[in-house]
């Protein structure tokens, strides 16, 4: 009974809640618009929006030599995840079965295994530095805490369900898994998505001043 709660019914309202939200976020967002800026540009916003977009994924020379443990930690671990949610086998099977209807190439078990150990050290890096770092910690909400436990249970419960060999670890991953994206859209998890926003706003705003971000 729960099982076919948790596979079938449970598993619509929470990519319905997930997606829902998610858009539903981004719009708020977008509906507030940008204040009308009447100073003559100095620069092309959108090439500067784009620019910012995309010269943000390389670090500038403060945070490598400041913040090299984050930075470190941080590539280690979206990466791992990124690999993970997307060419894991037992991932790309559920994709194709359930949404796109098609495979593609997976990580040889040999890659999974890399790719977790990857992602957990990094998410664990992270989390030490937000709970023992004084300004990180004060910076810190509950929010935070809530969703770095929730990845961790769903990537732990998931390696641990990577053989299929024992149904309740396959439930109760993707049990955690449903609760996280129930609780994405609503927590800071979102900057998956509004990372794109912000950093356009940032680079036309400074494009437009003249101001290379």
């Known amino acids: 009974m729960i099982g ?3 596979d079938g019914p449970l598993w619509y309202i929470a990519s319905g809640t997930f997606l829902l939200g998610v858009v539903w976020r981004l719009f708020s967002i977008l509906r507030v618009g940008v204040a009308q800026d009447f100073a003559p540009p100095k620069g092309n916003g959108p090439a500067g929006a784009v620019r910012t977009v995309f010269s943000r994924f390389l670090p500038r020379h403060p945070v490598v030599t400041r913040g090299r443990l984050q930075l470190i ?3 280690m671990f979206h990466l791992g995840l990124f690999a993970l949610l997307f060419f894991a086998r037992p991932h790309v099977d559920f994709i194709a079965e359930r949404i796109t209807g098609t495979e593609w190439a997976v990580l040889p078990h040999w890659g999974f295994i890399i790719a977790s150990e990857i992602a957990f050290a990094g998410l664990i890096m992270l989390w030490l530095h937000r709970l023992l770092h004084p300004v990180t910690r004060l ?3 509950a929010d935070d805490y809530i969703g770095t436990v929730l990845v961790f249970l769903v990537m732990l419960t998931g390696c641990l369900a990577l053989a299929q060999s024992f149904e309740p670890l396959r439930l109760l991953h993707l049990f955690l898994a449903e609760l996280l994206l129930i609780y994405f859209p609503f927590s800071n998890l979102m900057h ?3 990372f794109i926003i912000s950093r356009g706003y940032t680079g036309a705003t400074m494009a437009r001043k003249g101001v290379n971000a």
């Open 73 to 75: 930690a941080g590539y």
């Open 139 to 141: 910076l810190s909400s």
């Open 4 to 6: 076919e709660l948790i």
């Open 192 to 194: 998956a998505f509004t």
